[in-house]
């Protein structure tokens, strides 16, 4: 790094002050690496905690999110190691065999944890589980994995006719279905293809736009038999299956890289290399929107590690243009809107994103926080009920604001 980029000091007096300088004429320059992908950190620990023999994770996330997974897996009897070793090594129990804990599952702040958990523990016959979250995670929909979930047999109560946690699962045996979900989510495909496994047939879930693959990917390195139709986004897993511990190599997370691909695109002279990024199709909508944008990114060493496509990113500042997007494009930067809405107010023009209304059921509402937030540094934005309206063109100004006190 040239500089640093900005300087961060912490009031004595006031603890929850954190003074950021503007950031003008400082560029970007060097090369960084970023955490590990968090989608695949979950997945790593999940299917390491029902497969047989060791599994050995490198580079997973160490981040709230994969704590609570753990948490979780080890309530349930899965021997994890301490997750901020270089290598986490997870002794799994085999499907079928999670043992049912003596206390309430919490999976914190993650509705990965929560989602994808609940199709494998709807299919353990003859074990109780109770499952909770924060306050945030509490307020999520759940319905989308529950309906599903009955559909298949499984016995699951919980708040408002079980569409929110916490929420008691009866494990039993479970019925093959097919289900098209309404909407296109990772976390409920990825919980049916879950439940899936200990479930004799097959099992399917089509959605109406590709969402992350990282379920099939994986699954399919574990040994269980996946078979994808993509002219109809179709997954369907064949039960019951048997997976074998892996190695996983978990690649930095596009999410993450995408703070800086931007601050890179829009700091003038900044020439930056975020290295080792996992560049999966179903993730890389962020890279497609900043082209759009006429942002100079390059791919650079592309390769594949452990089944999934990983390169290193070369951004260069340049004058971004507005842009539109929608469409099969949001499930694919669905993270990724947030940070897209800081770039749109630096591009000439005016920014319309469409689409995107499940921004609105995540940790928070992402587009009115986005509205709001940026309306205060002076941008000009507008919110619309599937998106956000931003003119670009000006500098923001500076604005006082209180750290979100943490929920739980
Ligand atoms: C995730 C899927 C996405 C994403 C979330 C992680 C996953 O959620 O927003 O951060 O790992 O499966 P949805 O499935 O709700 O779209």
Redesign the pocket.
Known sequence: MSSPIVTVKTDQERQDLVIIPPTSGVALSGKINVPGD??IS??SLMLGAIAEGETTIEGLLLGDDPQSTAACFRQMGADISDLSGPTVRVRGLGIGNLQEPNDVLNAGNS??TL??MLGLLASQPGRFFAVTGDKSLRSRPMS?VVTPLEQMGAKIWGREAGQLAPLAISGRHLQPIHYHSP????????CILLAGLSTEGETSVSEPVL??D??ERMLRAFGAKIQVDPSCHRVTVTGPATLKGQSVVVPGDI?SAAFWLVAAAILPGSDLRVENVGVNPTRTGILEALQQMEADLTLENQREVAGEPVADIRVRSSQLKACEIGGSLI?RL??EVPILAVAATMAEGTTVIRDAE?LR??ESDRLLAMARELGKLGANVSERPDGLEITGGGPLKGETRRKRQRTS
């Open positions: 968090k989608s979950h997945r509705g990965t989602r994808l989308r909407v296109a989510s990772a976390q409920v495909k990825s969402s992350r990282h379920s999410s499930p669905i993270d499940e059921v995540k």
